[in-house]
């Protein structure tokens, strides 16, 4: 049976179910931003990010970007009604001190014991580009990742050890990729979700580690 990948703002769609309310989350740069446009209106979910801005909301309508208002990714974003502004070095004291619930981020690879390579692929020429990753990593209370499940050449992004620069080591605890939802476990990766279509099989050719198939034979699909 034949398969479609989730596309980007899907892949965020789910992850933002996984986001309990009351939760105080970053959202990194790139991919993980897109769920602030899908948090539900009945949770209160406190956004924060690391240039100093704490509960606010998805992107302005067009015509109505404020340029005094936007994310460490330097995108617009809108305010809600009581948040704060605040000294970048206040904001990684939060994200130092364990005062941040969820970060979600992006990644190059993530290893099966929960390892995250997101700030270099180590090549040569590569900017350096790790922002406020390993203070996120190791400082907030849970760590979810949003990828694509393969590179664009093919190659496998859920890999049994990494081969990139650590960002954090055993910090990730679930996955959401464009194929699948994947728990960072004691005993290893649990495979929680796949697309409608996918076989398990078809999901470990495609992945580095071994996996543990927790569907219930695709009972549970993204």
Not at 163 to 168: A, N, Q
Request: charged share 20%; hydrophobic share 40%.
């Amino acid at each position: 049976m034949s398969h479609r990948l989730l596309t980007r703002d899907q892949i965020a769609e789910r992850a933002a179910q996984d986001i309990p309310d009351g939760a105080y989350v970053n959202l990194g740069i790139g991919l993980p931003t897109k769920i602030a446009k899908y948090l539900p209106a009945d949770k209160d979910v406190f956004l924060h990010s690391e240039n100093g801005l704490l509960a606010f909301g998805p992107p302005p309508a067009k015509g109505e970007e404020d340029p005094e208002l936007i994310n460490a990714g330097k995108e617009y974003v809108t305010m809600l009604d009581g948040g704060s502004f605040f000294h970048h070095g206040d904001s990684f004291a939060m994200m130092r001190g364990g005062h941040i619930d969820i970060c979600v981020l992006g990644a190059f690879q993530v290893a099966a014991n929960g390892d995250l390579a997101n700030w270099s692929t180590g090549a040569p020429d590569a900017i350096p580009a790790v922002g406020g990753a390993m203070d996120l990593a190791v400082g907030a209370k849970k760590v979810f990742v949003m990828t694509n499940h393969t590179t664009k050449t093919g190659e496998p992004k859920i890999v049994s050890e990494l081969t990139y620069p650590v960002t954090g080591k055993h910090c990730v605890d679930r996955i959401f990729t464009d194929l699948c939802v994947i728990d960072v476990t004691d005993k290893g990766l649990v495979v929680t979700e796949m697309v409608e279509g996918l076989s398990f099989a078809e999901l470990q050719a495609v992945t580095d580690a071994t996996l543990i198939d927790a569907t219930g034979i695709n009972a549970t699909q993204v």
